[in-house]
């Protein structure tokens, strides 16, 4: 009674905060010119070199309403036929320096989600669960219509809201956990927490959703980066920023510590503990502001800035449940290496009938350089460099052969994609590039000093995009390396270019300006890198891949490029696949692995489920089978104590990891076959790759 009384209390609170706390955003008076600077840079810029016309408006008007309304249960099919007037007048709006449409889609979007979340806290706060009808639950709506009335979007939510809790509910039972369960009362703070980040006033965010979605409409990667979005976006590809050093993730409003990052001012300061949770910021000349039930990103700038400057954190420490206990800590920011995101490398020892291999394994998440730095100046980042010092080691330690681990490599700078390959392939074209006028290649110098010259092989997954393809598909073309893993790569074979829009407040536009080929003249668009040997991981039978983003473009051929192959190890691939075909199939690990990957493409086509409590029960218990799935666990629930980094999961994975001890039992294969021999060595010593990383190798 006493929970009920709460949450009804809870309830009411909730709704009449929702009810007040939204107002309509409007554009700033600037907004207009942005978008008609959007509206001349596409069309001139853009590889398609198409107008912005009523083709594009239709695509622009779909992405944006459904980005806001993905699952189609906000929105009523009313909205839609409203909005429907101007689906032929977005390009028209943009050209006109009108970019009002975005900011009445959002206003709309936040309009109907207010009268969700009063059914949502209403209905929670009365709830009485029947678990014991065959009542089902459509969990994949993109393709649903939209609700013709609130009377059917209420019914849509009811299901939902008893789905939700009934997962919490089994997945406790499941669990064998002790500690009561109070799914409509969670669900009241998840809902609350939602609705707050998603009405939060934010101008500058409402117009980059906006923009993006039109320039979406010339393909799925050219993008409108606001101010905020073009930090984030530097500061990923040069692997540092400048903070306090924790990861954070949102936790009943405030931003909870997962992890504090090893020398970073919080670590060193020692007084803020994983699990603690920040409700206060203040800058060094300013107030202390409340954070509680801000949107994170908004927090997260907050605590961002410059080297050196001061910025102090209220804290809750995570031994008061109550949030009772506050206290300040000021501390100066200081630069952060984002680690998690470099390359990583080790020697494995692969033992077999009496004879053993060193074998070296470098895994590489993202193709990252520092854009605007030489070489030799302080804080100058390079994949290749990183990728080289690894390969230094490895020769001393005289390892037979190389696993390249690609997979979930999203890409990223197109100069470290080509310097990669020059650590491996002697000389000759790495990819070919086409854009509007021209056709050309980066090229490899004659002479470069390669730095590994051994056996290896490449392993990718559906995940492998980008730059992770040209450089698969350089090794595969050239006969270096033996490329494995899923069917084949994600399929993204564009280029884009990011420009400025004038003053910094204007941000900046991210447009596909020329597409990646080959150099045998196949595109990587759609089509990826196939795979000579499939190794599927839990990706290979998901429903991902450039050819499932709206707008993507065709596949497309061009003549081959001027090549020679530099190795034969592509020779070896049909006796390395009978190889592996006949040891895996009596793998139990690796059979189990298969039932596994087959298990997650039934989950990932599952549309429908029971909620009917003994049906699904059982069904979760099954899915629950599959634990021996490579996740990352990033939703996890783990306390502090209980969370490590990134890249420590990621290590003690690769360990366990059915595919890499696969690859790693097809490279031993290969280094037999091939007896060990090496890729011969260039005639010249050259030094460009050496200036360039900064190596020596």
């Known amino acids: 009674m ?4 709460t949450r009804a209390a809870l309830a009411a609170v909730f709704a009449a905060s929702a009810l007040a706390a939204f107002a309509d955003v409007e554009p700033q008076d600037y907004y207009g010119k942005i978008a ?163 009405t939060e006033p934010d101008e500058e965010a409402v ?55 090893a020398g970073g001012p919080v670590d060193r300061d020692g007084r803020i503990k994983e699990g603690d949770k920040i409700v206060g910021v203040q800058q060094e000349d300013g107030e202390m502001e409340d954070v509680m039930w801000k949107p994170m990103k908004k927090t997260i700038k907050k605590i961002r800035g410059k080297k050196g400057t001061r910025v102090t954190l209220e804290i809750v420490p995570r031994s008061d449940s109550s949030g009772a206990t506050k206290k300040r800590i000021e501390l100066v920011r200081d630069e952060i290496k984002l680690e998690d995101q470099a390359a990583t490398g080790r020697v494995e020892t692969v033992s077999r009938g009496g004879f053993e291999s060193k074998i070296g394994y470098i895994y590489l998440p993202g193709f990252y350089g520092t854009m605007d730095k030489r070489p030799s100046d302080p804080g100058f980042r390079s994949c290749a460099k990183d990728v080289a010092e690894y390969l230094a080691k490895f020769n001393a330690q005289a390892v037979e052969g190389l696993v390249l681990d690609l997979r979930g490599d999203g890409g990223g700078s197109l100069r470290e994609a080509v310097l990669l390959s020059a650590l491996f392939v002697p000389s000759g074209p790495v990819v070919q590039i086409k854009d509007s006028r021209n056709v050309g290649s980066l090229p490899i110098p004659y002479g470069n000093p390669v730095a590994f010259r051994k056996p290896m092989v490449v392993l990718t997954d559906r995940a492998s995009a980008s730059a992770s393809e040209i450089v698969a598909g350089h090794l595969q073309d050239t006969g270096r390396a033996v490329v494995l893993g899923d069917g084949r790569t994600h399929g993204k074979g564009t280029v884009q270019t990011v420009f400025g829009m004038g003053p910094s407040q204007y941000g900046s536009m991210k447009i596909t300006t020329a597409r990646f080929y080959r150099i045998d003249g196949r595109s990587t668009q759609l089509e990826g890198v196939e795979a000579d040997i499939r190794l599927p991981s839990l990706l290979d039978s998901l429903d991902i891949g450039e050819d499932k983003l709206p707008n993507a473009l065709p596949f497309s051929r061009i003549l081959p490029a001027d090549y020679a192959r530099c190795w034969n190890l592509n020779k070896y691939v049909p006796e390395l696949k009978r190889l592996a075909e006949s040891r895996l199939e009596t793998d139990e690990r690796y059979q189990k692995h298969l039932e596994n990957v087959r298990g997650m493409q039934e989950i990932s086509e599952r549309e429908i489920v029971s909620l009917e409590r003994e049906t699904r029960k059982a069904q979760m218990a099954a899915d629950r089978e599959l634990r021996e799935l490579d996740d990352d666990d990033e939703d996890g629930d783990s306390d502090g104590e209980e969370k490590v980094s990134k890249r420590r999961r990621r290590n003690e994975r690769a360990k366990d990891d059915v595919v890499l001890d696969s690859a790693f039992d097809i490279l031993y294969d290969l280094i037999r076959l091939s ?14 790759l050496n200036s360039i990383i900064g190596g020596g190798y």
């Open 2 to 5: 006493k929970t009920m009384k």
């Open 36 to 198: 008609k600077r959007l509206g001349d840079m596409l069309p001139k810029y853009h590889v398609l070199q198409k107008k912005l016309d009523d083709d594009i408006s239709q695509k622009a008007w779909t992405n944006l309403v459904t980005y806001y309304d993905f699952d189609h249960s906000v929105f009523l099919k009313s909205d839609l036929d409203a909005l429907a007037a101007r689906e032929k007048t977005i390009d028209d709006e943009i050209h006109a320096g009108d970019a009002s449409f975005g900011f009445d889609v959002y206003n709309l979007y936040c309009r109907r989600l207010s009268e969700r979340m009063d059914f949502v806290t209403n209905y929670l706060a009365a709830a009485e669960w029947d678990f014991s009808t065959n009542e089902t639950y459509r969990i994949k709506r993109k393709d649903a219509p939209w609700p013709e009335t609130a009377e059917e979007a209420n019914e849509h939510w009811r299901r939902r809201l008893k789905n939700e809790v009934l997962v919490q509910i089994l997945g406790a039972e499941l669990d064998k956990s002790t500690n009561t369960v109070d799914a409509a009362d969670s669900l009241l703070k998840k809902y609350r927490q939602y609705y707050t980040v998603l």
């Open 207 to 261: 117009l980059q959703h906006y923009l993006s979605a039109v320039a979406m409409a010339y393909d799925p990667h050219s993008d409108y980066m606001s101010p905020a979005s073009k930090e984030d976006f530097d500061m990923e590809m040069n692997l540092t920023l400048c903070g306090v050093g924790a990861v954070l993730q949102m936790d009943e409003g405030a931003l909870k510590i997962v992890e504090v990052m």
């Open 675 to 688: 007896g060990g021999a090496e890729l011969p060595r260039p005639r010249t010593n050259g030094g460009w």
